[in-house]
């Protein structure tokens, strides 16, 4: 089995600007996670997605958020209007819908400069 | 409201000594899972083991084991003999047994380092 991949692995960015994840799941998995990791801390979770549906969201997700996954395949998490509060590990996860266990990427750790 | 406790921030050990790290967990729901998470220096995120709430049978898989105790809401993992290689943050995680609702809710990790 390919595990999760996340693209980019790090990425640097000034306040104000856009940016946009990539989360390819395992591809038998039909459900998807976002969570955010901040120093010290353990993953928290965003949104998650059934297929292409997005069926939870945090309340950690603000309207500068946005997920989505067109064709039930990957996934992607933008962040408009970056702050320097959104500096962490992105984390994308999946899983099988009859199983719980999640299986993690390697993440995408954004710098808010 | 769920919340998963590690109290214990950082340990260290010297290699081949056994050390058990310890989970505490508050939930309302009666059916839930517990998991255990490993995360290694390179930083992704590792599963380890899935418990059910209504088994409460200990596991062990090699050098690891779990003992999940309902009646004080632990769900610990000691590693036996340990290794360097074990050097890692461990995470403890809850997650609801409600179909469509089972993300994870973590602790907030044990820094494990085992010294050679």
């Known amino acids: 089995d390919t595990g999760v991949s996340q693209d980019p692995r790090h990425k640097i960015t000034k306040r104000g600007q856009n940016v946009t994840f990539r989360c390819d799941p395992i591809s038998e998995h039909n459900r998807l996670y976002w969570y955010r990791q901040t120093l010290g801390q353990g993953p928290e979770f965003l949104t998650y997605?059934?297929?292409?549906?997005?069926?939870?969201k945090s309340r950690l997700l603000s309207d500068r958020f946005s997920a989505e996954r067109p064709k039930g395949s990957f996934s992607t998490l933008e962040i408009q209007r970056t702050e320097q509060g959104d500096s962490a590990m992105y984390l994308c996860?999946?899983?099988?819908?009859?199983?719980?266990?999640?299986?993690f990427g390697p993440g995408t750790r954004l710098t808010v400069t | 409201a769920q919340k998963v406790t590690q109290a214990q921030t950082e340990i260290s050990v010297v290699e081949k000594e056994d050390v058990t790290l310890d989970c505490v967990y508050e939930t309302r729901d009666t059916t839930y899972y517990l998991f255990w998470y490993k995360q290694p220096p390179s930083g992704e995120l590792v599963f380890l083991i899935r418990r059910n709430s209504f088994d409460e049978q200990n596991e062990i898989s090699g050098r690891y084991s779990w003992n999940f105790q309902k009646s004080t809401s632990s769900f610990n993992f000691t590693i036996t003999a340990s290794q360097v290689v074990d050097s890692a943050v461990y995470f403890c995680?809850?997650?609801?047994?409600?179909?469509?609702?089972?993300?994870?809710?973590f602790g907030t990790g044990t820094r494990l380092t085992v010294i050679p």
């Open positions: 997605f059934q297929n292409e549906a997005q069926l939870e």
């Open positions: 996860a999946s899983s099988k819908r009859e199983a719980y266990e999640q299986y």
């Open positions: 995680a809850l997650s609801e047994a409600v179909p469509g609702a089972n993300n994870l809710f």
